[in-house]
Structure formats: C-alpha cells, structure tokens
C-alpha cells in the first residue's frame, strides 16, 4: 500500500491510537476492489512511500478491518468527495491499516527492479496504484531486504577469504 510520506507515513501510523488509520481517499476502481474484495482482517500489507527520493519500501504493517464506506466521499470539504456517492450506493471503500514495525533500513525501488525474484511485481507496471497486489514470494523478498542490515552486509564481504 502506497502513500505520500508527507501525507501519512509510516510513522506517522506508528505514532496513532492503536497504530492504526483508514485508507482513505482512493479514487482508483482496481485499488477499491482490491481493498473491498480480496482484503481481509490480519492480511500483511508492505507500506510504501511514494513521492519520496527514491521511492521505498519502508515497513511492515496489517489490513485491521473488513473494507467500509469510504466517509470522505459524502464530504464536500475533502479532497476525495464524489458527488455521484451516496450514504446508500457508495462508490469508494477503504480499509483501516496498522503498522506493525518498521523495516531496519528503507528499500528504495531502485534496489527492487534489480531483483530477479520481483521482476514481475505490479509495481513497475502500474507504478501510480496506490493499492497492489503482492504474491507470497514478493512479499517475502521484499520483507528480506528491508531486514537485511547492508553495512553488516558490507563487512562480512569484505571479511570473505579470496580463493
């Protein structure tokens, strides 16, 4: 999941009541349907922060509720109002998400396009969605990387006997 680091970061989410917050504000069909029909309570999510130099991988957190009614869309003073929703046909739907722990170092994407593992990732084919789909593989390389302390990393190459 996606999002504008001067927006809402991952920090910003760890720093909530409960660590948690709506995902509000995605006017995107695919992103909705995403949250509204395959999201469920528990799911792992990688937070992402876009719009930042180089965009990254930042964090682990969780889908901590059933997808509802996005209310941003009723309000004529947000950003995110749709005056064809209603209270009884709403259009957009969101999930609350909560932050789990933050990765020990930020993986840029960059760093992501040179694993073979993720060639196939949504993310270097429809880089402005802000929800997408991970596989298990993906999620699970891309929780590696964050992990993986690279001046640890460092040393121990240079620490390698030579042949």
């Known amino acids: 999941m996606k999002t504008e680091p001067d927006v809402c970061s991952f920090d910003d989410i760890a720093n909530l009541p409960?660590?948690?917050?709506?995902?509000?504000?995605?006017?995107?069909?695919?992103?909705?349907?995403?949250?509204?029909?395959?999201?469920?309570?528990?799911?792992?999510?990688?937070?992402?922060?876009?719009?930042?130099?180089?965009?990254?991988?930042?964090?682990i957190g969780e889908v901590a509720s059933e997808a509802y009614p996005d209310p941003t869309q009723f309000d004529k003073k947000q950003e995110a109002y749709d005056p064809k929703a209603t209270k009884e046909k709403p259009i957009w739907y969101q999930v609350d998400v909560k932050a789990i722990r933050k990765f020990s170092r930020a993986v840029g994407l960059p760093e992501l396009r040179q694993v073979k593992a993720l060639q196939n990732m949504v993310l270097f084919r429809a880089s402005r969605l802000s929800v997408q789909p991970l596989t298990k593989r993906e999620y699970e390389w891309v929780v590696k990387l964050g992990d993986t302390d690279t001046s640890q990393a460092t040393k121990k190459g240079t620490n390698k006997k030579r042949a």
């Not at 349907?33 to 309570?41: K, P, T």
């Open 18 to 59: 409960n660590q948690t917050t709506g995902w509000d504000g995605v006017h995107n069909y695919q992103a909705r349907n995403s949250m509204r029909d395959e999201m469920s309570v528990g799911d792992p999510i990688i937070l992402y922060h876009s719009n930042a130099m180089p965009p990254h991988a930042i964090g």
